[in-house]
C-alpha cells in the first residue's frame, strides 16, 4: 500500500499543485518498486537459507540416527549388566527384609500384650472410680432431697396454717 507523502503548503505554493502532485506520484512509485525489489530478495534469500537449512537438517538426522543406534546396543548391554546385579541385590534385600519383619512382628507381639494388660488395668482402675464416684454422688442427691423434702413440708405447713386461720378469721367476721 503507498505511502501518500505530504508537503508543505509552501512547497505546494512555490512549485505549484501539479508539480507537487507529480513528485509525490514518483515518490510512491518509487516505494513500490523498492518495496517489490525487496520483497522479491527476501523471498529469494529465504529459499536459500531453506535449502541449507534441509541439507543440514538431513545431514543432522544421519549422524543422530548412526549415535542412536550406537547408544542403543550400549544401552542394551549395560541394562543387561544392570538387570543381572539388581536381581541379586533385590534377593539379598528380600532375604534381610524376611528377617526384619519377623523380628518386628515378635517384637511386636510383645508390646500388644503389655499395652493390652495395661489397658485392662487401667479399665480396672476407671470401673472402680466410677463406681465410688457414683455411690458417692447417689448418697448426695439422697441427702440433698432429703433436705429439700424437709424444707418444702416446713413451707407447706406453713402456708397452710395461713390458709386455715384466713379461713376461720374470715368465719368469725
Excluded: C
Excluded at 547408544?71 to 536381581?87: N, Q, W
Excluded at 518386628?104 to 493390652?116: H, I, P, S, T
Aim: hydrophobic share 45%; no cysteine; glycine share 2%.
Amino acid at each position: 500500500m503507498p505511502v501518500t507523502a505530504k508537503l508543505s503548503r509552501r512547497f505546494y505554493d512555490t512549485f505549484g499543485d501539479e508539480l507537487t502532485n507529480e513528485l509525490v506520484e514518483w515518490f510512491n512509485a518509487v516505494d513500490l518498486t523498492y518495496r517489490a525489489d525487496l520483497r522479491d530478495f527476501n523471498e529469494l534469500n529465504f529459499a536459500r537459507f531453506d535449502a541449507k537449512l534441509e541439507q543440514r537438517l538431513a545431514e543432522f538426522d544421519a549422524k543422530l540416527e548412526n549415535r542412536l543406534a550406537e547408544s542403543d546396543g550400549k544401552l542394551e548391554r549395560r541394562l543387561a549388566e544392570f538387570e543381572v546385579k539388581l536381581e541379586t541385590r533385590l534377593a539379598e534385600f528380600e532375604v534381610k527384609l524376611e528377617t526384619r519383619l519377623a523380628e518386628f512382628e515378635v517384637k511386636m507381639e510383645k508390646r500388644f500384650l503389655n499395652l493390652e494388660s495395661r489397658f485392662d488395668r487401667r479399665f480396672l482402675e476407671l470401673d472402680q472410680k466410677i463406681e465410688h464416684r457414683t455411690l458417692s454422688l447417689r448418697a448426695d442427691m439422697v441427702q440433698s432431697i432429703a433436705g429439700l423434702r424437709a424444707e418444702m413440708i416446713k413451707w407447706m405447713f406453713v402456708f397452710w396454717i395461713g390458709t386455715v386461720a384466713t379461713f376461720f378469721l374470715a368465719r368469725l367476721l
